[in-house]
Each structure stands twice: as structure tokens, then as C-alpha cells.
């Protein structure tokens, strides 16, 4: 088996495909400022099977479109938009982060959680701003370091596997940089990690041995799974998904 049909079968079944929380989105929908309103346009990028995309319509009336490359996360989303009965507020697209299909200044906000990686953070607020109308908001998490400093062990693991990691500071100081006003942040707790990541993934697990029995790919795929969550478990003070809001400047 290849590990994107890995990676898809492990988390499509699953409400989020990152590190979060509904009440996570809430609050970075509090530091925004948006109010709800049927006019307001917002892209979910990387909306996966649409954790937040789903909370946005709900909390907001937004009108919200929501990308991503992997055509199953998309399906679930429609089966979740209906379940919720906002399948008129949302629509999923399957579309790239890299170029989304977005005429410039037409976004009143975007919204990205634990997506932004694919780009890695300051190509991607650069990217995106020009979507974005005059004051229009970013709403993003990505992978971050809590403090100055960190154990050699677990600073090699991380850049090695995300070279764009950077500490609090740094992604305040992009977001400065690319023409944004910060307008809040916040790390991510540990039960958006444990309870709605990592133990879903967990408990599938039996489950993909018994559906690809004997095949070394799989054993191999959930054995790295494994050994990302116990980094966690061991290292998790040192690092979280920071949310940053910001809004487009003037400039
Ligand atoms: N926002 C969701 C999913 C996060 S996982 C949540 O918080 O649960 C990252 C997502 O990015 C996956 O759904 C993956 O399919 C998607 N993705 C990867 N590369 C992409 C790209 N180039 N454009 C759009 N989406 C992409």
C-alpha cells in the first residue's frame, strides 16, 4: 500500500486530519472580530473532512469554500455539510493551496489549521494575501516552538521533518513582514493533540493491521505514526500549533 492511500484510508474517517479543537476555532472566530453574516465569503485551504470549515458556517451564516487535493476528504465533507444542514453554506473544491481559485480581493477571511505546512507558513501568507480584501482576516495554525530553546534530540526530529518550524516570534515577525497586523495567538492545549488526533488515529490502527494483513508498508506507516505520537507524549511542553489571527494591513 502507498503511504498517501495510508494516509488517506487513517484519516478519513476522522472529524479533523490535525491537531484542534471546535472550541479552538471559536476562539480564533472571537479574536477576529468577524460578526455572522450570510455575506461574509471564507476559504477553508486544506479544510480536510471539515473541521472548520463546518464550525465557520455554523458560528458565522458564512458562505464558505473549502479546498483540498484529496477528493475522499471532500466527499466526507459533503456527507458532514448535509448531516449538519449546511450544505448551503458550504462547498468543498477540489483545488490546490499552491494556487487557489480565488479572484484577488475577494475574501473577506482565510482560514487555514494545520494545513499551511504544505506551503510552509511564510510562503503561504505571502501567497495568500492578495486574495484577501482590504482588512480582511488570516486565520491560521501551524506547527510551532513554545520556547528559545529545545532538547538537541527533539530540535533535529522536528526540522528534519518540517524544515519551515519556527518559534512564536518568528511567525509573528512573517505575518509583520507579509503586511499583516497581528490581531491575536494562541497555542493549541494538549486535548487537541491527544483527544482529537492522536487517540482517533490510535484506535484505527488494529483496524488497518486486520485490513492489510501481513503487509510490510502498513506495519512500517503505523509504526512511524507510533513514533510521532510518543515524540509527543515525551516532548509535547516544547511544542504546539500556534493560531495566529491576523489582518491584512493597509500598506
Ligand atoms: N484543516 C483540516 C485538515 C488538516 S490536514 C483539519 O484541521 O482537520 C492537511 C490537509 O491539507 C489535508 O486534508 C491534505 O489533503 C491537504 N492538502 C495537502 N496538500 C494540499 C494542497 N497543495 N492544497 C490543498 N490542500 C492540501
Redesign the pocket.
Known amino acids: 500500500m502507498d503511504r498517501l492511500r495510508f494516509l488517506v484510508d487513517l484519516h478519513g474517517p476522522a472529524d479533523?486530519?490535525?491537531p484542534?479543537s471546535d472550541q479552538a476555532t471559536r476562539q480564533a472566530i472571537a479574536l477576529s472580530g468577524l460578526a455572522p453574516s450570510p455575506a461574509l465569503r471564507i476559504a477553508?485551504?486544506?479544510?480536510?473532512?471539515g473541521?472548520?470549515a463546518l464550525v465557520l458556517a455554523a458560528e458565522l451564516g458564512a458562505e464558505v469554500t473549502a479546498?483540498?487535493?484529496?477528493p475522499d476528504?471532500l466527499n466526507r465533507l459533503a456527507q458532514r455539510a448535509d448531516a449538519a444542514r449546511l450544505a448551503d453554506r458550504v462547498t468543498g473544491v477540489e483545488?490546490?493551496?499552491?494556487a487557489p481559485p480565488f479572484a484577488d480581493g475577494s475574501l473577506d477571511a482565510i482560514w487555514?489549521?494545520?494545513?499551511i505546512y504544505?506551503?510552509g507558513f511564510d510562503e503561504g501568507i505571502a501567497r495568500w494575501r492578495r486574495y484577501l480584501k482590504p482588512g480582511g482576516i488570516l486565520a491560521v495554525s501551524d506547527l510551532c516552538w513554545l520556547t528559545p530553546d529545545r532538547p538537541a534530540e527533539l530540535q533535529h526530529l522536528w526540522a528534519t521533518a518540517y524544515p519551515g518550524i519556527g518559534t512564536v516570534p518568528d511567525r509573528i515577525a512573517a505575518l509583520e513582514r507579509e503586511g499583516y497586523v497581528l490581531q491575536g495567538y494562541f497555542p493549541l492545549d494538549p486535548s487537541c493533540w491527544m483527544e482529537n488526533y492522536y487517540h482517533p488515529i490510535e484506535a484505527r490502527f488494529a483496524e488497518m493491521r486486520t485490513a492489510h494483513p501481513g503487509d510490510a508498508d502498513t506495519a512500517r506507516m503505523i509504526e512511524a505514526e507510533s513514533r510521532e505520537i510518543e515524540i509527543y507524549r515525551r516532548y509535547g511542553a516544547w511544542y504546539s500549533y500556534g493560531f495566529f489571527v491576523a489582518r491584512k494591513s493597509d500598506l
Do not use: Y
Not at 477553508?44 to 473532512?49: A, K, S
Not at 479546498?67 to 484529496?70: K, L, N, Y
Open positions: 479533523r486530519q490535525g484542534g477553508d485551504l486544506g479544510c480536510g473532512t473541521a472548520s479546498i483540498d487535493v484529496q476528504f483545488a490546490s493551496m499552491t487555514s489549521e494545520g494545513a504544505n506551503l
